[in-house]
């Protein structure tokens, strides 16, 4: 009696094992050889059972790829064993298509219920993000996915050229030129050599944000909103931009802060990391303004921190007064040790300088920068009716103004005296030898700007004066 208990267990265990595994139902085995596959993830054999499908991979790493289905199945369960992916579903039938995901790539397998599979796949880079796919296409795709995809591409390929127009229309009529807020920071939107620039300056953070790639668009229900947007393919940052439009379209704002329109005129000569300094200078204007003051913004020492000279009448002294103010590292506004500039009493605006290149005087403060030097002259009077007019080649080191006598001059009513560097009286041939040997040596005249009102736009004619000059040979 128990031997027939056993043996009638037995038998209907084996039947419920058999209906829990299923009946094999096809097997389709690949020749590899004659199907393009990505890197070395490919199947040899996929096996259809009444509830299941196996899929044999030559990779033996299973367990670090996500696999879905295309639409075409589905399933209930996933095992990995070994090589073997096992896909349990009601209807085994319908899984012929199958993809497989990591970080790096994706592939996509069609027709697993034939000889011959298809495959397709794409790779991620982080500079491009993902590439586009490669494989056998052609049977990869139907035909009607292939009408379909020409046809996408089309549409696309209008739509981007409607998104061109609307982007170069936006550019040219309203966008183009440099936008100046009021603390120094820009946006030059300008065009060189037939290459559009977008390079927006943070002065707060001294941080330049550049996108080559730079597209302008105008949402349909913002009419005064432009959007700005470039976006990498690949893992680079997304930037966007939204600048508010002004009902004259000579400003915009954007993140809280007024950007204006700079005149071409103004700012065309300027090169803009001479942007933000200028604004400096203008920003700290309570530091130089002087009553009945003239003004020039220059570089004197080319170091890339523009200076303010402020040169007038000082009605205290009773006498004429020039002083020069420097932009900082750090954002700031900082006067020049002058002690030697006032006491040489140069005189006040306008002057003409002239930078020395190649005189015997120029020298070397220290072996990483050349020091410039520039002809200047101050006149004294005694008061007894004799006028002295000294000069100097003037040059700024370590944020000092440094004079060296060149020869002088004394005259009055009945007679002029001639001097040469050391107090020494000379011939005026001599003297004038001496003056014209400066002159001639110079590789530049230096010309100043000069202006009354303090406001922006003149601050930045006076300093593109001054470096068109620095620029032109005589």
């Not at 012929?96 to 599979?117: G, I, P, Q």
């Not at 944020?399 to 040469?420: A, G, I, Q, R």
Request: charged share 30%.
């Amino acid at each position: 009696m128990k031997k027939g208990f056993f043996y009638m267990t037995a038998i209907l265990l084996s039947m419920l094992f058999m209906a829990g595994c299923g009946k094999k139902v096809s097997t389709y085995n690949y020749n590899v050889d004659d199907i393009k596959h990505c890197d070395n993830l490919y199947i040899k054999k996929t096996v259809y059972y009444e509830d299941r499908v196996e899929i044999y991979f030559n990779s033996r790493d299973l367990e670090n790829i996500s696999f879905y289905c295309e639409s075409l199945g589905n399933w209930s369960k996933e095992e990995n064993k070994n090589n073997k992916l096992i896909l349990y579903s009601d209807k085994p039938e319908n899984i012929t298509a199958l993809s497989a995901h990591t970080n790096w790539y994706e592939v996509y397998f069609r027709y697993l219920d034939s000889d011959k599979y298809a495959t397709i796949w794409c790779y991620w880079a982080d500079d491009l993000g993902w590439d586009e796919y490669k494989g056998d296409k052609e049977k990869y795709y139907t035909l009607e996915e292939q009408r379909q995809q020409a046809q996408n591409a089309y549409e696309a390929a209008e739509r981007a050229k409607e998104r061109a127009a609307q982007s170069n229309e936006i550019y040219e009529n309203i966008l183009k030129g440099m936008w100046i807020s009021d603390d120094g920071d820009y946006f030059d939107l300008t065009e060189s050599d037939g290459k559009r620039t977008f390079l927006y300056y943070d002065a707060g953070e001294d941080m330049y944000t550049e996108c080559p790639g730079i597209s302008y668009s105008q949402p349909t229900n913002e009419e005064n909103v432009i959007t700005a947007f470039e976006s990498p393919n690949g893992w680079g940052a997304y930037y966007e931009f939204s600048f508010e439009m002004s009902e004259d379209k000579k400003s915009f704002k954007y993140e809280g802060k007024n950007f204006y329109l700079a005149d071409e005129e103004v700012w065309s000569g300027i090169d803009v990391r001479y942007v933000h300094p200028v604004s400096v200078l203008f920003n700290n204007a309570e530091i130089w303004n002087a009553d009945e003051c003239r003004y020039a913004v220059t570089d004197l020492d080319m170091d890339g921190y523009p200076e303010i000279i402020v040169s007038g009448f000082s009605i205290e002294d009773n006498a004429p007064f020039t002083a020069i103010y420097e932009t900082t590292e750090d954002g700031g506004v900082e006067k020049i040790n002058d002690k030697n500039l006032l006491n040489a009493d140069i005189a006040p605006a306008p002057l003409t300088l002239y930078k020395v290149e190649e005189s015997p005087s120029l020298k070397l403060w220290n072996k990483y920068q050349d020091e410039y030097d520039y002809l200047v002259f101050g006149e004294y009077d005694n008061g007894e009716g004799r006028v002295l007019t000294q000069y100097y080649l003037m040059s700024i080191q370590i944020n000092t103004v440094v004079l060296e006598k060149v020869c002088s001059m004394e005259s009055s009513e009945n007679e002029t005296k001639y001097f040469n560097d050391k107090g020494e009286e000379i011939t005026s041939t001599k003297y004038y030898g001496i003056l014209g040997g400066v002159k001639g040596e110079a590789g530049y005249t230096t010309s100043f700007g000069w202006f009354d009102e303090i406001n922006i736009a003149d601050m930045a004619k006076s300093f593109g004066a001054f470096a068109k000059s620095m620029s032109s040979e005589e």
